[in-house]
Structure formats: structure tokens, C-alpha cells
């Protein structure tokens, strides 16, 4: 599994944000970001996940400020999963996954 770097390239795109405004624009689907965070020795798992245009993380608190950077750590994010919305107990919501993090910033991908 290849793994998306939060490298400087990206941090100029800033993917969470830019993945948050196509969330808005898209109000019935979930997407969720799995990867990790990385601290000194260790990685910790990270999971965020993105609907109606906000961002939430279930592993790690997230900076609300929008002049800020979601994640204050540097990460490392390896798969993203697109479900439509509601969830339910069925996996009939799952829509598709993809390792790459450019294949969601297309809003064509989120259909």
C-alpha cells in the first residue's frame, strides 16, 4: 500500500481543507481518512473523518481555527474510503477507496 506524505507540496494544497470544501458542496456522502501520526520513535494511528464540509478526527483532537492547520503533527495519510450518507449497519453505503489523496480532490470521484 502506497502511503501519502503530508509532504510541503501538499501542505501548499492543503488537502483536509480542500477535501472539506468539496465535503459541503456534497452533503450526502462520508469521506474518511485512515494513516498516522507521527511522533518521535512511533506512528499512532489517525482517523478523520469529513462531512458537510467539517472535518472530525476520532483518534486525535483537530484544530477548529480555519487560519490553522487541521492536524498540528506531521502525518502521514494512507487510504481514503468514500461512503454515502447515512451510514448504516449494512455495507450498502460504501461507495469506493482510493490510496491516492489527488483522487479525491477531483469532485467527479465523489459521484
Known amino acids: 500500500m502506497e502511503e501519502t506524505l503530508a509532504s510541503p507540496k501538499m501542505e501548499e494544497i492543503d488537502l ?10 456534497i452533503p450526502n456522502r462520508i469521506l474518511k481518512l485512515e494513516g498516522f501520526i507521527l511522533k518521535k520513535n512511533h506512528k499512532e494511528l489517525l482517523e478523520i473523518i469529513i462531512f458537510k464540509g467539517f472535518s472530525s478526527s476520532t483518534t486525535h483532537p483537530i484544530e ?38 489527488f483522487f479525491f480532490l477531483n469532485q467527479k470521484n465523489w459521484i
Open 64 to 101: 477548529m481555527d480555519l487560519e490553522k492547520k487541521v492536524i498540528e503533527f506531521d502525518y502521514k495519510i494512507t487510504n481514503f474510503k468514500l461512503y454515502m450518507s447515512p451510514l448504516k449497519e449494512t455495507k450498502d453505503n460504501f461507495i469506493r477507496e482510493n490510496q491516492n489523496s
Open 16 to 25: 483536509i481543507n480542500s477535501l472539506e470544501k468539496i465535503s459541503s458542496k
